[in-house]
Nanobody
Framework: VQLQASGGGSIPIGGSLRLSCAAS????????LGWYRQAPGKQRELVAG???????NYVDGVQGRFTISRGDAENTVHLQMNNLKPEDTAVYYC????????WGQGTLVTVSS
């Protein structure tokens, strides 16, 4: 499985961004799509995930601001991020999990005044 992420950038506090991830390859054993992020000096953390059945989960601090969804194309996943805060600044990674984990390249999100 190959994952291609897009949509990062620099955004002012309170702004919105939409990250997208397109997966290619066999998705038969993939049960979870999601987004992780890693801020400078911090460990990578799961931001949001969506199962093959559409069940979603979010890390504390982004609920109500971020929304993960699967695209019209079966192998796409989006992360709509609203009301962005400086603490959301990080490199965001697309993730696909099943029998093994797959990672996309990171996309940088910078939130500043």
């Amino acid at each position: 499985v190959q994952l291609q992420a897009s949509g990062g950038g620099s955004i002012p506090i309170g702004g919105s961004l939409r990250l997208s991830c397109a997966a290619s390859g066999s998705m038969l054993d993939i049960v979870l799509l999601g987004w992780y992020r890693q801020a400078p000096g911090k460990q990578r953390e799961l931001v949001a995930g969506i199962t093959s059945r559409g069940v979603t989960n979010y890390v504390d601090g982004v609920q109500g601001r971020f929304t993960i969804s699967r695209g019209d194309a079966e192998n796409t996943v989006h992360l709509q991020m609203n009301n962005l805060k400086p603490e959301d600044t990080a490199v965001y990674y697309c993730y696909a999990g099943g029998h093994r984990a797959y990672w996309g390249q990171g996309t940088l999100v910078t939130v500043s005044s």
